[in-house]
């Protein structure tokens, strides 16, 4: 068993202790520290039991399900904040969602690795395909902002309308990515499910196992929903005892929580040199989250009368955009070293500072 | 004689239908409707007659020929509707132009070649070239807005001065790009006139035939002013009839009008897997629109005392931008596949829904 | 002797005509030139003696020295600057310092390289770490005024801290570039000092000189000094008389003066087809710039008690923002030609224009 699966392991117990924070009445900052350590195990063991899923239902429908379930962890959360009225903070993990991927994770992958290894390389092909992806969804992101900058007096509503549009295409276009990658040209990405697979220990063969994950996943899934309750209940108390704004911890704090397992594969498999599926994880990730997750929000919000349009506030919008333009310009030649992940954190470094001292409440 | 030519033949019935709608004044509707299906056959014969009289005369001067006239239609259309005292829609047909042939134009190509060819390929160079050049037009006309934003209460006048200046520069740099093109690096571009030519069907030989498509241009140059007279003196009442914005029909419908031959062109290329010349016809018209056709409409403005500046409506330059960013990044590599495609016409989706949704009058 | 050598010969009769002009009281305007004429030959030995003792004290500590000194004297004026309270102007003579080492010189290196060769080639691995680095600076100088855009009222505090923070992570950057270009990935960049050295008449071996090229360096160092203190101290009256604003004579007259040593080399290293080095120096000058000199001003102020924060002026913003953009755009491909030079130039005469026609004080 890995050290990963280890700690793991450990983080399970605060499953129990999160609970007698919030029947004991301990307080929001315990109940909102141990529900974010009990959340990364959880979505670890989400992730797992997906993939050992997609193993045997065969590479389509274990893509798709792969595609859907991959941020079902941030997914849940952003859920369950909406139906709390948190529009911001949802705003604000996706942003910090995205910043995270393409930043933090990329950033790690390709200081560790590049420490390792002089030089890395990977398929520019795929970090171009996703590259025009994230602009696109920048751009989705954007008019909506721009509008509302340039349309003084423009009616809340005319702006939902817009973003419901708006997302529709957007999941459309997630859709054809998918169509693209595990039907029509496949072999660009052949680094896909099987090398992710390839990373974990031989599973055993067989469907025997399929009902024991389809349990795991709802287990995880149920027990995910129940800590995200935990979690976004004491969410402002306990950052406002921290000193910290919603904004801060929405775009920093929330997405490291939802995303800690995914960053663990990414920087491991790049330590092994395998850089296509490290890239491939974090760009990918952060396309799922612009394409299908933000515009699956702004539809379930208007299914459950919290509407949330697109509208993002202009300085989580140029977070975004200069995110995906410098992981753009670093990822387009297909080579890394340890000074473009460094160049990657510095700019994470400089964006969390930013945050840290924008006045937004 | 192919079904394209076979419209086109069609669509000429819709002279005299519009001069009847204008002569017995069947109302705005009918005439905006009549005169813009009119024009686009019109088009279709300048752009024929403009490449037979290039053939006769030479590669030199019908290169020349080529640059000068290959967005004639646009130049008219736009040129009465400064005198009409129309800058605002002047400019959004400039942006509109852009984008139809960045997003609408390529993206299609690319699509519907990629639909039948797994990869298509085009020359890199070429399209760096043209991205460039592209970047230059963006930042010439986001700097007058860029002043009047960091300095309020700027003079009118100043904008004006400066939007002129600008505009010289922009034609020269438009000069030197022929230059390029036709004396010191032909090479890189031998894919232009000849290219164009052999697509059509063979033509007779000997310059017997140079009278006859000089009078063709010259009638459908004369047929296309009349036209756009009507065009631009029933747009907006007609538009108001259909509860379209000024802004709408500026920036998405005058540009298919103008641009349809062309399109056709771009696509049906792209088809038969000649992408050199597809994106070529594409990024070279918006570049001939961004460096030429603007920067001669603020000079004609002023010298007939209808004084346009370069001064964009933010969420124009807004969609200029984000157009030319996301088609360098598809285009800058030489490959495309139908996602590709897929992606810039989304961009094209997603900024005519926020044109739609704008509510500037 | 070469051409160059004579003229800065030449120049350095400025040094005791502008001494003169001080103590006579000749007025700003003669005081104003004559120091700035005397500085561009000071800047030049300043470098001479810089790499002289390079060469001597072996490449490691030599490019470090180099690195330090390079932009030796836009530091020592915009200090001085700093030191008299002229902020502004200090923020603007770092934003032209970019805009001219990635424009101007790089322009002029391409155009003049490109008449005499058709096609130049460079590498683009340099090229394109550079411009990430430029990338992060960017972002680094755009949010400080993001954040004042888009918090109304925030404290002039908040974003002096947020500016020191980013100072220091920059500077961190900086420190990681030197180790990456000058430890652990030298041989991307071997065509640093060394070939900058051969340019040069060959030098007399032995540590003898270490001495004499100590000396001229601190007589030299002096001497800038004295001299900025003429030009800073009749900036502002001599530019008045001139009617231009301190933007423009920031922005545009300042890094002019301060560069002319570099832009000679690195358009007579593009002529003689070493286009590796003389992109080097554009690039590197202009990262040195944004890495080094500006978050070193802010530290410097924050410690003389002349508080400047990272906040530019919105405008300066967008001028480095599209100057790092296009030269980003056309260095990218490590191929250059005439043409490219021209939009270099091109994009440098629009933000020259817009500078003169910007209203700000």
Redesign the interface.
């Known amino acids: 068993m890995t050290l990963k699966n280890r700690i793991f392991i450990v983080l399970l117990l605060f499953i129990p202790v999160s609970i007698a924070a919030d029947l004991l009445e301990w307080g929001p900052l315990p109940l909102f520290a141990t529900s974010a350590l009990a959340i990364v195990p959880l979505a670890a063991w989400m992730g797992t039991a997906t993939e050992e899923i997609a193993v045997v239902i065969g590479p389509s429908a274990g893509g798709l399900l792969n595609a859907t379930f991959g941020n079902a962890t941030e997914l849940i959360i952003a859920f369950i904040a909406l139906q709390a009225g948190l529009v911001e903070v949802v705003k604000a993990s996706i942003t910090g969602s995205i910043l995270g991927n393409l930043l933090l994770v990329m950033g790690l992958s390709m200081l560790l690795g590049g420490l390792r290894f ?1 030089e890395q390389t990977f398929q ?2 795929v970090a ?2 996703n ?3 994230m ?2 969804a ?3 992101i ?3 902002t ?2 509302k ?3 003084e007096g ?2 809340s509503q ?2 939902q ?2 973003s419901i ?2 997302a529709i ?2 999941i ?2 997630y859709g ?2 998918l169509l ?1 990658s595990m039907k ?2 496949t072999y660009l990405f052949d680094v896909g499910v099987a090398g992710m697979e390839s990373e974990e220990e031989p599973h055993e063969e067989g469907s025997g196992n399929l009902r024991l994950w389809i349990g795991v996943l709802l287990a995880a899934t149920l027990a995910v929903a129940v800590e995200s309750e935990f979690l976004v209940g004491s969410l402002e108390a306990a950052t406002e005892q921290l000193g910290l704004t919603p904004l801060f911890t929405g775009v920093i704090l929330l997405p490291i929580i939802g995303n800690a397992a995914e960053h663990a594969t990414a920087v491991t498999v790049a330590m092994k040199d395998k850089m296509d599926l490290s890239v491939s994880v974090a760009v990918g990730s952060s396309m799922q989250i612009a394409l299908f997750v933000a515009p699956a929000l702004v539809l379930a919000g208007w299914v459950i009368g919290q509407p949330m349009d697109l509208d993002f ?3 989580e919008l ?1 977070a975004v955009a ?1 995110s995906v ?2 992981a ?3 990822s387009s ?1 297909g ?1 890394s ?4 992940g ?2 990657l954190l ?2 994470y ?3 969390g ?2 945050f840290y ?4 409440t």
Chains 1, 2, 3 share one sequence.
């Open positions: 002089k520019p092909v171009r395909v590259a025009s992806s602009n696109l920048v751009i989705a954007l008019l909506p721009a509008i900058f340039s349309a423009i009616e005319v702006l309308n817009l549009a708006v295409v957007l459309g276009v054809l990515t693209f029509t040209h506030n202009p300085f140029v200069v333009l410098i753009n310009s670093i030649d080579q070293n340890w000074l473009e460094t160049l510095a700019t470094a400089v964006l500072l930013a001292f924008h006045p937004l």
